[in-house]
């Protein structure tokens, strides 16, 4: 049997569930009847991504927000059914942490595509200077409209492994562009329409190019075809930070899968003075349509961002969106009942006044059942000191959820213990943080370890701020369920999007926020802003923004006031469905 034949007898993970909306009706919701039958089984919206995150479901751990995008997008498509094909290499581990005297260590863990339910379909073959064959075993899961196609081999290692430019990743990226590229077509499948969740997916276009060109179009036309049909959506802030190669490395590589020598020679010309080529630049060039993810940095890409020929290029603007799985049940049946939200998940025509309904008694009923959900969760996981961790439910919880990188600044919190303290005793508060230093970012690894051998020493702190160790999914669902305030302070043009406070809003929680990020697609402020010129004005701000949260949280006008305020702000962003259809009017232009 062929790829072809063993792709047409996938099982439906979803085959026996009940609830599934029509995507024709999506379309007419959205006023565009005119992409019915545009997307099919067989010609469906490819989503190349590095990572994915969606591991309860579909057995894939990423590591961050653009994991978490990707996750989502596969999800609402789900619940749409849009027809769309998600393509992403399935890593042979994943790394756990643990703390041993406050120092981060990280455990590993072997996968196996087949111990996560995913089906064997075949394989494919790449080649290299040094192998003439790379054999590349194709894996899939499905699940109704979506098709979750995974590239394996045991060496393709972990996810981020080593340095953007290493010959590692881009090994990475090649078998997820090429090698996922011909299991599309292996499948039968044509792409509407290609979608590159980051440069890093470059190659999946241009394996496309290059297929093109080998069925006898010319260069030009092939060209003008893959640009047309292609996004690319970014998510860096600084071109500097992304995948940077040099031309031995493409020759061993990327020219080894190319057969057209007019898109080889094509690839050439973007490589720069320095003999250097940046993935984005080619993403750039071979992409028409492309996107940031919030207002902010949509804007900030078209300054920063120029192509090979030194002219800027403008970005869309698509802010990122959250998917249904983000939002408690409890919360996304009281957004129906009160016709906030319409079937397909979108914000109806009155949502703003509809928003008013709801009364402090569900509010608070909302967050007593968050909370149980929260502490039943963390009964199983563990604190900085190995502990299984319980917050009382008359607490008021801070919550603190994001990687440990240091443009988020988590240490800002713990600028002043003193402070700190005083706000949790004063008002009967507990603060949960968690968060994983990237692997080998040794002083990230040494402040987590500085800091919570501070907290040790201050009483106070021992007994109200818990860290909880190898923050993923379950974590995160927790803290958004059980915290009533979210303290997300990003230095301000430095988070692309950032979609956890989404979830905080969406769980009728305060937001504690700087003004970054999608968060700053909405002015003036709802939230309590943190804001500042130095970092000691910022890191004041934040302890007087988390005193005043308290004080909202204790009354009930005010917490109600407050919270209904930022849903009927951001509901339209939060909304997953909302951001699927500004995919949907960049990919399709509308006639
Ligand atoms: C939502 C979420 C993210 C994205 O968070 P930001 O820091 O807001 O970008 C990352 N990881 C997990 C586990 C999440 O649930």
């Not at 190669?245 to 720069?272: C, H, M, P, S, Y």
């Not at 996304?332 to 079937?343: M, V």
């Not at 569900?362 to 563990?382: T, V």
């Not at 997300?488 to 988070?495: D, F, H, K, L, S």
Request: proline share 3%.
């Amino acid at each position: 049997m062929d790829i072809k034949d063993r792709f047409k007898m996938l099982t439906d993970e979803l085959a026996n569930s009940k609830r599934r909306l029509d995507f024709d009706g999506f379309l007419a919701r959205i006023g565009r009847h005119d992409l019915s039958g545009k997307l099919t089984a067989n010609t469906p919206w490819v989503y190349f991504s590095q990572e994915v995150y969606r591991e309860k479901d579909l057995g894939l751990k990423g590591d961050g927000g653009l994991g978490v995008l990707a996750g989502d997008i596969s999800k609402i498509a789900e619940d749409l059914a849009m027809p769309l094909t998600v393509v992403t290499p399935f890593y042979s581990g994943k790394s756990r942490q643990a703390l041993f005297n406050y120092w981060e260590s990280d455990g590993y863990e072997t996968l196996i595509p087949g111990e996560h339910g995913f089906e064997k379909v075949g394989k494919v073959k790449l080649k290299s200077l040094a192998y003439s064959e790379i054999p590349i075993a194709v894996y899939v899961k499905r699940r109704g409209s979506v098709n979750i196609i995974t590239l394996y081999e045991p060496n393709i290692g972990l996810l981020y492994y080593s340095e953007s430019n290493s010959d590692h990743r881009l090994y990475q990226e090649v078998v997820s562009g090429f090698a996922g590229y011909q299991a599309l077509i292996s499948a039968g499948i044509e792409p509407a329409i290609i979608h590159m969740n980051e440069a890093a997916t470059v190659f999946g276009a241009v394996a496309r190019l290059d297929d093109i060109c080998s069925h006898g179009v010319g260069f030009d036309d092939a060209l003008s075809a893959v640009r047309d049909t292609a996004i690319y959506t970014n998510h860096t802030l600084l071109p500097a930070a992304e995948g940077v190669f040099d031309i031995k490395q493409f020759e061993q590589l990327v020219f080894t899968n190319l057969k057209n020598d007019a898109v080889i020679d094509w690839v050439k010309t973007k490589f720069g003075n320095d003999g250097k080529i940046r993935l984005s630049t080619l993403a750039l060039e071979i992409a028409a349509r492309r996107n940031g993810v919030s207002l902010l940095h949509s804007r900030l890409s078209s300054q920063n961002y120029r192509d090979r020929a030194g002219n800027s290029v403008e970005f869309s603007n698509v802010t990122n969106g959250v998917a249904g799985r983000w939002i408690d049940d409890g919360m996304l049946d009281l957004l129906t009942d009160k016709s906030a939200i319409d079937e397909y998940g979108l914000p109806t025509d009155d949502f703003a006044s509809r928003l008013n309904n709801i009364s402090i008694d569900e509010l608070r009923d909302i967050k007593a059942a968050g909370r149980q959900k929260m502490n039943q969760i963390l009964k199983y996981r563990q604190d900085q000191r190995g502990n299984p961790i319980h917050i009382p439910e008359d607490a008021i919880l801070f919550d603190y959820k994001r990687r440990l990188v240091s443009y988020k600044r988590f240490d800002m919190i713990f600028k002043d213990l003193n402070r700190l303290a005083d706000i949790l005793s004063r008002n009967n508060a507990h603060l949960l943080f968690t968060g994983r230093p990237h692997i080998g970012d040794s002083n990230m690894i040494k402040e987590l370890h500085d800091i919570l051998v501070a907290i040790d020493s201050n009483p106070t702190l021992k007994e109200r701020v818990h860290y909880i160790q190898n923050y993923d999914e379950e974590v995160a669902e927790a803290l958004i369920l059980g915290g009533n305030c979210a303290v997300n302070i990003p230095i301000v043009g430095q988070e692309a999007c950032g979609t956890s406070w989404m979830k905080d809003i969406a769980a009728c929680k305060i937001l504690v926020s700087t003004t970054d990020g999608g968060v700053a697609d909405v002015t003036p402020p709802v939230y309590l802003e943190v804001n500042g010129v130095t970092y000691e004005q910022e890191a004041e701000s934040l302890y007087s923004r988390m005193q005043q949260a308290c004080e909202i949280i204790k009354d009930d006008i005010s917490y109600r006031e407050q919270t209904i305020h930022q849903i009927q702000a951001y509901l339209p962003i939060i909304s997953g469905s909302r951001m699927i259809r500004d995919y949907l009017n960049l990919g399709f232009d509308n006639n």
